[in-house]
């Protein structure tokens, strides 16, 4: 059974995600670059996951495997991150909502794969998870390729919106359903990648800080090919500071709460 804690520290997550996809559309309408927001905030989350190892938890290193794995996993997180703020860049935050929900599909899939999980069809539980990851697609295809009339209509566009529900999504929006798809499959491959680690170096504190340390390489990496303007490295003290801030304690408590969780299951 899980603890109390890890299901807390889920809904929080979940609830601090959904957050967090509409203050970085908003920072990002303001004019932040995707890339470097993906930097900052890893940045700042491993100096605090560095300090907090240092103060709380300090076990040995992990041997070569392990680090290799752990590499693994920071390339799959860091993609995973730079696939959503794209995705909402393109989209919105309601569709990046929408599309986790890909994510328990994919991660069925992914079982299934690895043969972590058996597809029996005269299995009550295999027939449910099956029915319900059809639904899932179903759904997110759904939500990509119809994006209908905004919610709360202005004057303007009051006169048309029979039109604008007759109307195809603009192309963003479909490609930014198309790539929040892929995140939630990198959500789902973080997992699994979770669960191969954990088996052979249960610190999880370790785990996450190399991780975060990979990801902030892998991000500058990113940011120094893809992001040429000077301009754009200037950390603004408006909705982007805050947008990192959210950004930081979702990534904290994501990966803590997922690595308890994984343990739990493993």
Partial sequence: ?????????????EFLEVCLNTV????????????????????????FLFLSTLIFHRTTAPPLLVI???????????????????????????????????????????????????????????QAKSIGSIISIIGAFIVTLYKGPSIIFSS????????QLLLAPPPSW????????????LKALL?????W??????????????????????????CLIAERDLNAWKLRLDIELLAIGFSVCIEIIRNISDQKSVKKLS
């Fill in 1 to 13: 059974m899980w603890s109390g804690g890890i299901i807390v520290a889920l809904v929080m997550v």
């Fill in 24 to 47: 970085s559309k908003a920072a990002m309408k303001r004019g932040m670059s995707n890339c470097v927001f993906v930097l900052y905030s890893y940045t700042i989350a491993t100096i």
């Fill in 68 to 126: 290799c794995k752990i590499f693994l996993l920071g390339l799959v997180c860091c993609c995973l991150q730079l696939f959503m703020v794209n995705g909402i860049g393109y989209a919105s935050p309601t569709l990046a909502s929408a599309m986790t929900n890909l994510t328990p599909v994919w991660t069925f899939l992914l079982a299934i794969v690895f043969r972590t999980e058996k597809l029996n069809l005269k299995v009550k539980g295999s």
């Fill in 156 to 163: 303007s566009s009051l006169s048309n919106s029979l039109h």
């Fill in 174 to 185: 479909i490609l930014g359903g198309f790539v929040l798809a892929v995140a939630s499959f």
């Fill in 191 to 195: 997992y699994i990648v979770q669960a």
């Fill in 197 to 222: 680690i954990i088996k052979d170096y249960p610190a999880e504190l370790m785990i996450i800080l190399i991780s975060s340390i990979f990801g902030t390489v892998i991000s500058a990496i990113v």
